[in-house]
């Protein structure tokens, strides 16, 4: 299993963000995805995640600000950040459900 996130940045609160992540090594469009974040000093928690038949849920701080996607035809996970916060400054990662295989993450900085 590789999981390689991507679109990470520095961005301006209000601002807008699109995260990807580039599966490989096992059957992506029969396994549910999911996106973590981890911001410094905490625990990693559960932002969104989509299983293989497309029921998504949200951890209630991103639910209406963020939306998950998934295209099987690349291998690939989205995470869409809209209106994003201070609070939402983290390393973000995907994860195949079930499968405890984490990608090195892709930095999420808001700030003026």
């Known amino acids: 299993v590789q999981l390689v996130e991507s679109g990470g940045g520095l961005v301006q609160p209000g601002g807008s963000l699109r995260l990807s992540c580039a599966a490989s090594g096992f059957t992506f469009s029969s396994s549910g995805m999911s996106w973590y974040r981890q911001a410094p000093g905490k625990e990693r928690e559960l932002v969104a995640k989509?299983?293989?038949?497309?029921?998504?849920n949200y951890a209630d701080s991103v639910e209406g600000r963020f939306t998950i996607s998934r295209d099987n035809a690349k291998n690939a996970a989205y995470l869409q950040l809209n209106r994003l916060k201070p609070e939402d400054t983290a390393v973000y990662y995907c994860?195949?459900?079930?499968?405890?295989?984490w990608g090195q993450g892709t930095q999420v900085t808001v700030s003026s």
């Open positions: 994860n195949v459900i079930g499968i405890a295989k």
């Open positions: 989509i299983s293989a038949g497309g029921t998504i």
